[in-house]
Protein backbone atom coordinates (compact mmCIF):
# COMPACT_ATOMS: atom_id res chain seq x y z
CA UNK A 1 0.00 0.00 0.00
CA UNK A 2 2.84 2.39 0.62
CA UNK A 3 4.34 2.21 -2.36
CA UNK A 4 1.04 2.93 -4.18
CA UNK A 5 0.46 5.81 -2.39
CA UNK A 6 4.29 6.84 -2.96
CA UNK A 7 3.50 6.93 -6.87
CA UNK A 8 0.47 8.73 -6.27
CA UNK A 9 1.87 11.34 -4.62
CA UNK A 10 4.67 11.57 -7.20
CA UNK A 11 1.91 11.89 -9.79
CA UNK A 12 0.39 14.56 -8.15
CA UNK A 13 3.11 16.56 -8.24
CA UNK A 14 4.02 16.56 -11.69
CA UNK A 15 3.00 18.40 -15.06
CA UNK A 16 0.84 16.65 -17.63
CA UNK A 17 2.98 14.96 -20.41
CA UNK A 18 1.33 16.23 -23.65
CA UNK A 19 1.98 13.90 -26.59
CA UNK A 20 1.73 14.99 -30.29
CA UNK A 21 2.51 18.14 -32.26
CA UNK A 22 2.64 21.37 -29.92
CA UNK A 23 0.73 24.79 -30.26
CA UNK A 24 1.84 26.90 -33.58
CA UNK A 25 4.95 28.97 -32.44
CA UNK A 26 3.80 32.91 -32.40
CA UNK A 27 4.52 34.83 -35.62
CA UNK A 28 7.15 37.74 -34.29
CA UNK A 29 5.55 40.93 -33.80
CA UNK A 30 5.57 43.38 -36.83
CA UNK A 31 8.27 46.21 -37.04
CA UNK A 32 7.57 49.28 -35.13
CA UNK A 33 6.13 51.98 -37.07
CA UNK A 34 8.31 54.43 -38.87
CA UNK A 35 7.92 58.34 -36.97
CA UNK A 36 10.69 60.19 -39.11
CA UNK A 37 9.33 63.26 -36.88
CA UNK A 38 11.76 66.00 -38.24
CA UNK A 39 14.85 64.58 -39.01
CA UNK A 40 16.67 65.14 -42.21
CA UNK A 41 15.13 64.24 -45.35
CA UNK A 42 19.00 62.75 -46.74
CA UNK A 43 18.79 60.34 -43.59
CA UNK A 44 15.72 58.62 -44.07
CA UNK A 45 15.33 55.23 -45.34
CA UNK A 46 12.51 54.92 -48.79
CA UNK A 47 9.18 53.90 -45.86
CA UNK A 48 10.21 56.44 -43.08
CA UNK A 49 10.63 59.24 -45.96
CA UNK A 50 7.05 58.27 -47.43
CA UNK A 51 5.75 58.74 -43.66
CA UNK A 52 7.38 62.04 -43.26
CA UNK A 53 5.34 65.53 -43.13
CA UNK A 54 8.41 67.01 -44.15
CA UNK A 55 10.05 64.70 -46.74
CA UNK A 56 8.74 63.46 -50.35
CA UNK A 57 9.92 60.54 -51.79
CA UNK A 58 10.78 60.78 -55.60
CA UNK A 59 11.53 58.96 -58.23
CA UNK A 60 13.88 61.24 -60.84
CA UNK A 61 13.46 59.91 -64.26
CA UNK A 62 17.52 60.20 -64.77
CA UNK A 63 18.09 58.07 -62.18
CA UNK A 64 18.33 54.08 -61.73
CA UNK A 65 14.52 52.18 -62.01
CA UNK A 66 14.99 51.68 -58.02
CA UNK A 67 17.11 54.82 -57.19
CA UNK A 68 14.83 57.27 -55.25
CA UNK A 69 15.45 60.75 -53.45
CA UNK A 70 14.22 61.71 -50.20
CA UNK A 71 14.15 65.56 -50.65
CA UNK A 72 12.30 68.09 -48.76
CA UNK A 73 8.63 68.91 -49.49
CA UNK A 74 7.78 71.50 -51.55
CA UNK A 75 4.30 73.19 -52.41
CA UNK A 76 0.52 72.79 -51.63
CA UNK A 77 0.89 68.91 -52.68
CA UNK A 78 3.27 67.85 -50.66
CA UNK A 79 4.27 69.65 -47.26
CA UNK A 80 2.40 68.02 -44.52
CA UNK A 81 1.33 65.26 -46.36
CA UNK A 82 2.74 61.29 -45.81
CA UNK A 83 2.81 59.47 -49.30
CA UNK A 84 0.57 57.20 -47.18
CA UNK A 85 -2.98 55.66 -48.64
CA UNK A 86 -4.00 57.09 -45.06
CA UNK A 87 -3.32 61.09 -46.35
CA UNK A 88 -5.35 60.12 -50.13
CA UNK A 89 -8.51 62.17 -48.76
CA UNK A 90 -6.52 65.22 -46.77
CA UNK A 91 -4.46 65.70 -50.80
CA UNK A 92 -8.34 65.28 -52.09
CA UNK A 93 -9.19 68.00 -50.13
CA UNK A 94 -6.26 70.50 -50.75
CA UNK A 95 -6.86 73.04 -54.21
CA UNK A 96 -4.99 71.92 -57.12
CA UNK A 97 -4.01 68.31 -55.92
CA UNK A 98 -4.64 64.61 -56.99
CA UNK A 99 -3.96 61.37 -55.06
CA UNK A 100 -1.83 59.31 -57.77
CA UNK A 101 -1.30 55.65 -56.64
CA UNK A 102 2.03 54.44 -57.77
CA UNK A 103 1.12 51.34 -59.33
CA UNK A 104 4.33 50.21 -60.01
CA UNK A 105 5.96 51.28 -57.01
CA UNK A 106 7.30 48.28 -55.18
CA UNK A 107 7.17 48.57 -51.12
CA UNK A 108 9.27 45.26 -50.41
CA UNK A 109 12.95 45.34 -48.79
CA UNK A 110 15.35 45.67 -51.33
CA UNK A 111 13.02 46.58 -54.20
CA UNK A 112 14.47 50.18 -53.92
CA UNK A 113 16.55 52.88 -52.34
CA UNK A 114 17.59 56.10 -51.31
CA UNK A 115 20.99 56.94 -49.77
CA UNK A 116 19.70 55.03 -46.77
CA UNK A 117 19.20 51.36 -47.60
CA UNK A 118 15.75 49.75 -46.32
CA UNK A 119 15.20 48.19 -42.87
CA UNK A 120 13.13 46.34 -41.23
CA UNK A 121 10.17 48.34 -41.36
CA UNK A 122 9.46 46.84 -45.09
CA UNK A 123 8.26 43.17 -45.50
CA UNK A 124 9.99 40.62 -47.59
CA UNK A 125 8.40 40.33 -50.59
CA UNK A 126 8.27 39.95 -54.79
CA UNK A 127 7.12 42.45 -56.82
CA UNK A 128 5.95 41.65 -60.45
CA UNK A 129 6.26 45.57 -61.43
CA UNK A 130 8.96 47.98 -59.48
CA UNK A 131 10.84 51.12 -59.63
CA UNK A 132 8.15 53.55 -60.43
CA UNK A 133 6.94 56.47 -58.63
CA UNK A 134 5.34 56.15 -54.79
CA UNK A 135 2.24 56.54 -53.91
CA UNK A 136 1.69 60.37 -53.31
CA UNK A 137 -0.31 63.64 -53.56
CA UNK A 138 0.59 65.66 -56.42
CA UNK A 139 -0.69 68.42 -58.70
CA UNK A 140 -3.15 68.29 -60.50
CA UNK A 141 -2.27 68.35 -64.68
CA UNK A 142 -4.22 70.83 -66.61
CA UNK A 143 -5.96 67.80 -68.44
CA UNK A 144 -7.05 66.72 -65.04
CA UNK A 145 -9.16 70.09 -63.84
Excluded: F, K
Excluded at 101 to 107: F, H, N, Q, S, T
Excluded at 127 to 135: A, K, N, T, V, W
Aim: glycine share 10%.
Amino acid sequence: MRPLLLVALLLAGCDPIEVGAGPAPTPPPPPPVVDPGDAPCETLSREACRRSLVCTLDAPRAAAADRYVCRTASGNCEVGLRQLEDDADRCADRTGCLWRDGPCYCACRGAGRTAVADGDELPDCDCECGGGPPPGCAPRDASER
